[in-house]
């Protein structure tokens, strides 16, 4: 079960100006499943967007970097249960044609569509069920189906992921909500997820790639739940701007830091909730490196520790085998590390120091931290004053029976 998460209540995911969410039944992979998801925004809204580093990304990443270059987007449409990635030409073309069918729904153009999927690869993408649930999916468009998104977009996810933050820019209240699904074959760069977080702020249409970015890299591209990065991640930014409030223009200004700090709360909630909500998942970790001379060490080395499969089953086990973590700093890639120099913590107890075991650490320690749901490692290098968080969760048998039963 999903460690220390529940969905969050629909009344607390809040509207967001000029914005409005369908579902609709496809039965893509169940019968009767709430698989469609439809997004329209208002026109003037603002988009930016990060992807997937993976070479072999799916047809709707590549639809997706090619629309937005266009811009005026007005509409996302998501399906769960098909990928659509390993699909060649024909997945473009398909990818395509649900575009076009959303075009014409809405009254804009095919290139003003964003369109995603999740799911399986390696198989078409069955536009014969898609394209006629999609009517279905605009007569239920309405401002506060925030909660019934969250639902729709969720594959192996046992929770529904959604948060809401409000702040004041420049004397106007300004609402951020986002949802995400992600459970598995999570990594970054990206990690593998669907996010979509929106805001109905005014912000100067240069600031919104810089803005989705700096938010994804405190979030998103922080938490592994298995070392693999799918084909098909991908985080939205809409900015509608209605709430009237003066655009934001300056990256430097407060109001950009007041917007920003509250993207990145949610951004980071819903992060958080896939490692919580890993597959399998029966404690969830922080490993924080501190001191590190830049951010690309602190994260090697907390990488490293987090998608471990040794460091992971030992956590399942409760199992204070935390030479585990060790080995893995070792081999992180920081090559000239002074290994003497470091400190490693379970929680509050200092476990290693001086290149061995801390004289003051006792196995019953290091066991009763292991058997808590929610455990910090902490490492400090001592080579700087850098510091890197990832967030992740530990592998249990559920979490093989999960994938190996994936396509059943």
């Not at 949802?179 to 999570?186: C, N, P, Q, R, V």
């Not at 970015?213 to 991908?234: I, M």
Request: hydrophobic letters at 45%; one cysteine or more; a negative charge.
């Amino acid at each position: 079960m999903p460690v220390n998460l529940t969905a969050p209540d629909p009344a607390s995911l809040l509207p967001v100006a000029g914005l409005r969410l369908g579902i609709a039944s496809a039965g893509i992979k169940k019968p009767g499943r709430r698989d469609i998801t439809l997004i329209e925004l208002a026109a003037g809204s603002q988009v930016a967007g990060v992807f997937t580093q993976n070479r072999f990304c799916a047809a709707p990443v590549t639809l997706c970097r090619q629309h937005l270059a266009h811009g005026g987007i007005r509409a996302l449409v998501i399906n769960t249960g098909n990928a659509n990635a390993g699909t060649g030409e024909e997945g473009l073309k398909r990818a395509r044609q649900t575009c076009e069918a959303v075009a014409h729904l809405m009254g804009c153009a095919a290139e003003a569509v964003l369109p995603f999927s999740t799911g399986v690869i390696l198989e078409p993408l069955p536009i014969d069920k898609i394209l006629p649930a999609l009517p279905a999916a605009q007569t239920d468009l309405a401002p506060d189906h925030w909660s019934e998104a969250a639902h729709a977009i969720m594959t192996t996810d046992i929770v529904a992921k959604g948060a809401s933050r409000q702040t004041q820019v420049s004397g106007k209240t300004v609402t951020v909500t986002g949802i995400a699904k992600g459970s598995g074959m999570i990594h970054p760069n990206m990690a593998t997820m669907l996010g979509y977080v929106a805001t109905d702020a005014a912000i100067a249409p240069g600031l919104m790639q810089q803005l989705v970015k700096a938010v994804a890299d405190v979030s998103f591209n922080c938490v592994t739940v298995d070392g693999d990065t799918s084909t098909n991640d991908s985080f939205i930014l809409i900015a509608t701007s209605q709430a009237g409030n003066a655009e934001i223009a300056d990256a430097a200004g407060a109001d950009y830091a007041a917007l920003k700090a509250a993207l990145s709360d949610v951004a980071i909630e819903l992060a958080q909730a896939m490692a919580r909500d890993g597959e399998g998942a029966t404690k969830f970790m922080t490993i924080a490196v501190e001191g590190g001379r830049d951010q690309a060490e602190c994260k090697q080395v907390a990488y490293a520790i987090a998608r471990s499969p040794l460091v992971k089953t030992a956590f399942f086990a409760s199992d204070p085998n935390l030479g585990r973590i060790l080995a893995a700093i070792g081999y992180a890639g920081v090559n000239d590390l002074d290994v003497n120099a470091l400190q490693v913590y379970l929680g509050d107890v200092l476990v290693a120091e001086k290149g061995g075991r801390a004289a003051s650490y006792t196995e019953a320690q290091g066991a009763a931290v292991m058997r808590e749901a929610d455990i910090t490692v902490r490492v400090v290098l001592n080579r700087g004053s850098i510091n890197a968080t990832v967030w992740t969760c530990d592998f249990s048998y559920d979490y093989v029976k999960i994938n190996a039963e994936y396509r059943t």
